[in-house]
T-cell receptor, first 114, second 113 residues
Framework: NAGVTQTPKFQVLKTGQSMTLQCAQD?????MYWYRQDPGMGLRLIYY???????DKGEVPNGYNVSRLNKREFSLRLESAAPSQTSVYFC?????????????FGPGTRLTVT | GQQLNQSPQSMFIQEGEDVSMNCTSS?????WLWYKQEPGEGPVLLIA?????ELTSNGRLTAQFGITRKDSFLNISASIPSDVGIYFC?????????????FGQGTTLQVKP
């Protein structure tokens, strides 16, 4: 039982390049989330997926797209990376029918855009 | 909009000391969560609180759900070096049960051996 896994762990992009961050969970959770973490700003929600087949915008969705590929996997895509997207990205999951709002996080992807 | 304010922003303490931190909101919450993030890792859930006035412990950690439902407190007793990290409070975002959370900006704890 690996919990929430993310790939890659580190990535350096040049401005304008694209990439997809991968996330998978093996806890059979319905809901999945993407956050970004910047110094002194806590965690801000980018997109979430309440269940397979649905996605919704969070607090800071601009410049990102997501795909809920199946119940296990939720990917985050940067179509044209910008230096402002330099951040640490976390994926999380939670069980809709379980304890309210308890989310479980992956180890993060550290992205630098030059 | 909703906002969670944590204080202090950072703490530098001696091993063995007790630690207190808090989280306040301008709006009412029906759930409070406390997470710890160690360097280079993702946040890990420490304690979940679901009822006003509730006091819950997890080892040396104790958290309380404020009776006004607008604040929560986390205490760490007899700190040790492995307590180092960033502590986040979190609560449900919005009125609908989407599972979304809003996070405070974190309290960074450093422990001197």
């Amino acid at each position: 039982n690996a919990g929430v896994t993310q790939t890659p762990k580190f990535q350096v992009l040049k401005t304008g390049q694209s990439m997809t961050l991968q996330c998978a969970q093996d806890m059979n959770h319905n809901s999945m989330y993407w956050y970004r973490q910047d110094p002194g700003m806590g965690l801000r929600l980018i997109y979430y997926s309440a269940s397979e087949g649905t996605t919704d915008k969070g607090e800071v969705p601009n410049g990102y797209n997501v795909s809920r590929l199946n119940k296990r996997e939720f990917s985050l895509r940067l179509e044209s990376a910008a230096p402002s997207q330099t951040s640490v990205y976390f994926c999380a999951s939670s069980e809709a029918g379980g304890p309210p709002n308890e989310q479980y996080f992956g180890p993060g992807t550290r992205l630098t855009v030059t | 909009g909703q906002q969670l304010n944590q204080s202090p922003q950072s703490m530098f303490i001696q091993e063995g000391e007790d630690v207190s931190m808090n989280c306040t909101s301008s709006s009412i919450f029906n759930t409070w969560l406390w997470y710890k993030q160690e360097p280079g890792e993702g946040p890990v859930l420490l304690i979940a609180l679901y009822k006003a006035g509730e006091l819950t412990s997890n080892g040396r950690l104790t958290a309380q759900f404020g009776i006004t439902r607008k604040d929560s407190f986390l205490n760490i007793s007899a700190s040790i070096p492995s307590d180092v990290g960033i502590y986040f409070c979190a609560g449900p975002q919005g009125s609908s049960n989407t599972g979304k959370l809003i996070f405070g900006q974190g309290t960074t704890l450093q422990v001197k051996p």
